[in-house]
């Protein structure tokens, strides 16, 4: 499985229960690159959501411990092992911080989305270019949206 985020200069994610930024390019790039994929993600994540729907044209694998949690068109798991038991190989996990910590060992590709500036964010992934077992092997080109300065970073675990 790969992951893929967007993080800002200290590998903030998000802030008060929602993205640091959103830039309408970089959401795109994450619709074309997930779609027709599963996406597995924590069920605050998906409150982030617009109506707190599950992302369309793709399986949305949900972790949460609650029983009386289930969405309309997603598929919901109670723990890890249940959810790697389903998870097919290709699968994007889309976060929060909780999911990406607890995947970040089983993902081989991390497509960043590296935000310039920082955010005080309150969550964070952790930092991939400190990590031993993880190398940036492309960098894209800096870009820029509605103010906001961003370029995207391949990671591979190695
Ligand atoms: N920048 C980005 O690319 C990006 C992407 C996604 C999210 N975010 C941000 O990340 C933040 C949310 O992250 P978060 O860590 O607070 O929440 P999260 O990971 O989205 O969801 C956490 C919830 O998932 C469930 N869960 C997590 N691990 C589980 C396990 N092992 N077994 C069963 N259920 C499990 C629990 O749900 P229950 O409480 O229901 O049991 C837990 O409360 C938001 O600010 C969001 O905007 C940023």
Not at 121 to 130: K, R
Not at 138 to 150: A, D, H, K, R
Request: hydrophobic residues 35%; aromatic residues 8%; proline residues 6%.
């Amino acid at each position: 499985m790969d992951l893929i985020v967007l993080a800002d200069e200290e590998w903030g994610i998000g802030k008060d229960g929602d993205q640091i930024v959103y830039i309408p390019g970089d959401l795109r790039y994450f619709r074309e690159t997930t779609m027709g994929h599963a996406v597995i993600l924590g069920r605050k994540t998906l409150a982030t959501f617009p109506g707190g729907r599950p992302l369309k044209g793709r399986r949305n694998l949900i972790l949460s411990r609650d029983p009386s949690f289930a969405p309309e068109g997603a598929e919901v798991f109670r723990s890890l092992e249940e959810l790697l038991a389903a998870a097919p190989e290709d699968a994007f996990v889309i976060g929060g911080a909780s999911v990406y910590q607890a995947l970040l060992d089983r993902c081989d590709t991390a497509y960043v989305t590296k935000v310039q500036g920082t955010f005080s964010a309150d969550c964070h992934l952790p930092d991939l270019d400190a990590r031993p077992d993880w190398r940036a092997v492309e960098e894209g080109p800096l870009q820029e949206e509605g103010g906001t300065s961003y370029r995207r970073v391949t990671y591979r675990r190695i």
